[in-house]
T-cell receptor, first 111, second 113 residues
Framework: GQNIDQPTEMTATEGAIVQINCTYQ??????LFWYQQHAGEAPTFLSY????GLEEKGRFSSFLSRSKGYSYLLLKELQMKDSASYLC????????????FGAGTQVVVTP | DTAVSQTPKYLVTQMGNDKSIKCEQN?????MYWYKQDSKKFLKIMFS???????INETVPNRFSPKSPDKAHLNLHINSLELGDSAVYFC????????????FGSGTRLTVV
């Protein structure tokens, strides 16, 4: 099975940087995903890591360390529209693309 | 064009009723999923179909029965609805074990009263 842990909530001000950590324990590993979910909407894909290191996509970056079972999502130059829940999800080796999700981190951006 | 569409968006029904949620994707994906998101926002997989064949069946009460008439459609039928079934149900699709995860539908908010 898989255990995925991430903080429940984080607050930051507009223009700042926030780092959302995710730790996981899995019997097999075949990739880690980050999704963004605004209230009342569907999750949308942000990033994918399968090898160690940093993936950068504009204001968002995601890092993975497989040996530590650890990932983070870095949000830079925060905007009010970034207020949302950020979901960490892990895909195991023995699954048909099945993703196991963490409970999500609610990011609140204040003016 | 909506990539993954679910109907209805909202569903309010009484305990004991039977209801269905429909899902269709026009992305040409070969794999479809049903996820349940409870009040604590935790997304949990229920079922997955690959080319109309059931490949993932998590520990879900047998009151829930998925049906995939073709690889573009995956419906969810729920018998004898209970209060605890109240949640948001998301359909999703992917192309096999994709690098890009899933494309989710907009969700169906089910409220059992």
């Amino acid at each position: 099975g898989q255990n995925i842990d991430q903080p429940t909530e984080m607050t930051a001000t507009e223009g700042a940087i926030v780092q959302i950590n995710c730790t996981y324990q899995t019997s097999g590993f075949n990739g880690l995903f980050w999704y963004q979910q605004h209230a009342g909407e569907a999750p949308t894909f942000l990033s994918y890591n399968v090898l160690d290191g940093l993936e950068e996509k504009g204001r968002f970056s995601s890092f993975l360390s497989r040996s530590k079972g650890y990932s983070y999502l870095l949000l830079k130059e925060l905007q009010m529209k970034d207020s949302a829940s950020y979901l960490c999800a892990v895909r195991g080796k023995d699954s048909w693309g099945k993703l196991q999700f963490g409970a999500g981190t609610q990011v609140v951006v204040t003016p | 064009d909506t990539a993954v569409s679910q109907t209805p968006k909202y569903l309010v029904t009484q305990m004991g009723n039977d209801k269905s949620i429909k899902c269709e994707q026009n992305l040409g994906h070969d794999t479809m999923y049903w996820y349940k998101q409870d009040s604590k926002k935790f997304l949990k997989i229920m079922f997955s179909y690959n080319n109309k064949e059931l490949i993932i069946n998590e520990t879900v009460p047998n009151r829930f029965s998925p049906k995939s008439p073709d690889k573009a459609h995956l419906n969810l039928h729920i018998n004898s609805l209970e209060l605890g079934d109240s949640a948001v149900y998301f359909c999703a699709s992917s192309q096999g074990s994709t690098l890009y995860g899933y494309t989710f539908g907009s969700g169906t908010r089910l409220t059992v009263v």
